[in-house]
């Protein structure tokens, strides 16, 4: 099956930046829209970034402007490049992707990477 293995978190001060990257395996990547997800604590898991396999973006209203996915096909990697970070970005980021291989809907998530803003 696919599987997804983000990095690129760690620990920054408020207008900084961090590029994420996920790493997907699996031969079907090139065909697969790829997204970012993040989670705080105590609240739901929210999609930060999407992009499509013709490499259409969407974003959240809340880091548009800021944030940047992009991903590079022949690397089986998708980034999520985040500029003027906030505290209020402060959440795990996961990595998601979805196919129909099996001839039904079938979900992939990374394991996820801490990112914390300081004021």
């Known amino acids: 099956q696919v599987q997804l293995v983000e990095s690129g978190g760690g620990l920054v001060q408020a207008g900084g930046s961090l590029r994420l990257s996920c790493v997907a395996s699996g031969s079907i990547f090139d065909r697969n829209p790829m997204g970012w997800f993040r989670q705080a604590p105590g609240k739901q898991r929210e999609l930060v970034a999407g992009?499509?396999?013709?490499?259409?973006?969407n974003y959240a209203d809340t880091v548009k402007g800021r944030f940047t996915i992009s991903r590079d096909n022949a690397k089986n990697t998708v980034y999520l490049q985040m500029n003027s970070l906030e505290p209020e970005d402060t959440a795990v980021y996961y990595c998601?992707?979805?196919?129909?291989?099996?001839?039904?809907?079938?979900?992939?998530w990374g394991q996820g990477t801490q990112v914390t803003i300081s004021s």
């Open positions: 998601y992707t979805h196919d129909y291989s099996s001839g039904t809907k079938s979900d992939y």
């Open positions: 992009i499509t396999s013709g490499a259409v973006t």
